[in-house]
Each structure stands twice: as structure tokens, then as C-alpha cells.
């Protein structure tokens, strides 16, 4: 186990985000099968309030398996999975999914796109703050059709964070857009977590991504975590820097340690 200091940057706030501490998400000896072949092994994992963890590990360990039994989608075989000691199938309104797909409504502008992530009734102004953090709001009126990838998946976004979420799970939000677009994403990801303080859990095949916004990478192997990371963050990531190559660099010896 590691920790990078990195230094301080000054974030904009964005309006639509109370500060609100987070939830604790909580796994106690989770296993999860499928036909016999067990793919989780016995897991335990406690994601704190406010602290963004990421999941890194070889294609078909079980990534996608530990988000959505997280996320409250499906149930472990074995062991518990809780969100404030709430099991997670009820976490309801506390809990946000962000997919690789921006799974907008084709039909529906981009600010009733947004309105969809709102449980308790229309709320125009958390609809135009929330796009307005993602830098959207001259977009509002239009359909998902005349926007680029990368302003779709910013839609998605803000339905997700129109509600003030407590805990944001992340399904490779981030994995069909162009680099630089990643990047400004990643950016944008980190400014609205730093403000916010939900929790964030993040499955991801890039390793650079989860060390620029994580405060702990877990690397998943057959069965169960193989190795973390915590990175101490109380600023910018400076990318390409020497402290952060090697923490990428021990990252992906454990993951093809496995
Ligand atoms: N609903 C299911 N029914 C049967 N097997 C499943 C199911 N979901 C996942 N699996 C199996 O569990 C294993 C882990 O799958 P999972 O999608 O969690 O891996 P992953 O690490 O997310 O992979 P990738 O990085 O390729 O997305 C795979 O062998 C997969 O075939």
C-alpha cells in the first residue's frame, strides 16, 4: 500500500451540489455465483463516506459482478452488501448509476432528460443547475440526437447528480469516449465528487483514470481483491508525473500478478 501527496487546486463550485457527507457502502463476505462458478470469493469491502474508490482488474474478474451487486442490481449468493447499513436493493434514492451508454430518452429534450433523474416531482431550477455544472445549459432545449457522445454522457451526468446523490456508481461511464473528451470528463467527474463529497465507486480498464480519481484503487482478481492502493489526494493529479507513474506502474504488476 501506497500514498501520493498531490497538491491543492482551487474548484469551482458547482451549484446544483449540497455537500453532503456520503454514505458507507459495506460488503461482508460476499461471494457470488453463477451455475456453480463462483466469481466472487468470501469479499469484504468498506467504501467510506465521501471516499471514491476505484475497481481495476483483468477482463471477466468480476468487476461488473461487485458494481451491481453495489448498486443493489443483483444480490450476492452469499455475505451482504449494504449502503448505510441499508441492504443496497434498497438504497433507492440515495444511489445514482452512470453506464457506459448515456441511456437518454430519444425523445425527450435534454432537460427532461436531466428532470428523469428527479424522484419527487418537476424541479426546474435543480434541472438548469445541473446543467449548467456540466456546462450544458445552452443545450436544453435540444434532443440527445443533435448532441456529440461526449455531451451525452455530460447529460448523463447531471441526471445523475440532479438529486444530490449520496453514492454514485460508475459502470465505465466514461469508456466509448475519445481521449481528450475522457479526460475533460475525468475533470469533471473529480470537480463535482470534490464539492459534492458522495461516495463513488468506479469500475474502469484504464488505469490512469482510476489513480486521477481515486482516493483508493482496488485491484480484483479471480475470486477476490488481489491489492489497494490509497492515494492520499488533497489536490490535482499531476499526469505524468514521476509519483504517479508508479503507482500506476505497481497497479498494473498486480493486476497481471494475478
Ligand atoms: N448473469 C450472468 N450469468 C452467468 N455468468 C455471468 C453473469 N454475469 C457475469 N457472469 C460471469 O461472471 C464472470 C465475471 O463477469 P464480469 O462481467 O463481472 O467481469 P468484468 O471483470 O466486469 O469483465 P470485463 O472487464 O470484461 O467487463 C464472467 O465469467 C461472466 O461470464
Given amino acids: 500500500m501506497q500514498a501520493v501527496n498531490i497538491l491543492p487546486r482551487d474548484i469551482p463550485v458547482p451549484p446544483m451540489l449540497r455537500e453532503n457527507t456520503g454514505v458507507t457502502v459495506r460488503l461482508a463476505n460476499v461471494s457470488r455465483s453463477f451455475d456453480g462458478n463462483r466469481v466472487l470469493n468470501n469479499l469484504d469491502l468498506e467504501v467510506r463516506p465521501g471516499e471514491f474508490v476505484s475497481i ?40 445514482r448509476i452512470m453506464f457506459q451508454e448515456p441511456r437518454l430518452l430519444p425523445w425527450a429534450s435534454v432537460a427532461d432528460n436531466v428532470a428523469v433523474g428527479l424522484r419527487e416531482g418537476p424541479d426546474p431550477t435543480a434541472v438548469e443547475c445541473a446543467l449548467a455544472s456540466v456546462q450544458l445549459s445552452d443545450k436544453a ?5 443533435q448532441l456529440s457522445g461526449g455531451q451525452r454522457q455530460r447529460v448523463a451526468l447531471a441526471r445523475a447528480l440532479v438529486s444530490n446523490p449520496k453514492l454514485l456508481v460508475l459502470d465505465e461511464p466514461l469508456g466509448a469516449l475519445d481521449a481528450l473528451t475522457r479526460l475533460t470528463m475525468q475533470n ?9 463529497g458522495f461516495t463513488a465507486v468506479l469500475v474502469t480498464h484504464d488505469v490512469a483514470e482510476a489513480v486521477a480519481l481515486s482516493d483508493r484503487v482496488i485491484v480484483l ?22 509519483e504517479i507513474a508508479a503507482i500506476e506502474a505497481e497497479i498494473v504488476d498486480a493486476i497481471f500478478a494475478a
Fill in 188 to 196: 469533471l467527474i473529480r470537480d463535482m465528487h470534490a464539492k459534492a
Fill in 56 to 95: 481495476v482488474g483483468k477482463s471477466g474478474c468480476g468487476k461488473s459482478t461487485l458494481l451491481r451487486l453495489i448498486a443493489g442490481l443483483d444480490r450476492p449468493t452469499t455475505g451482504s452488501v449494504t449502503v448505510d447499513g441499508v441492504p443496497a436493493e434498497r438504497a433507492g434514492d440515495r444511489l
Fill in 141 to 145: 432545449g435540444d434532443w440527445p440526437a
Fill in 221 to 242: 482478481g479471480q475470486g477476490g481483491i488481489l491489492h489497494r492502493v490509497d492515494i492520499l489526494r488533497v489536490g490535482p493529479v499531476r499526469r505524468g508525473s514521476a
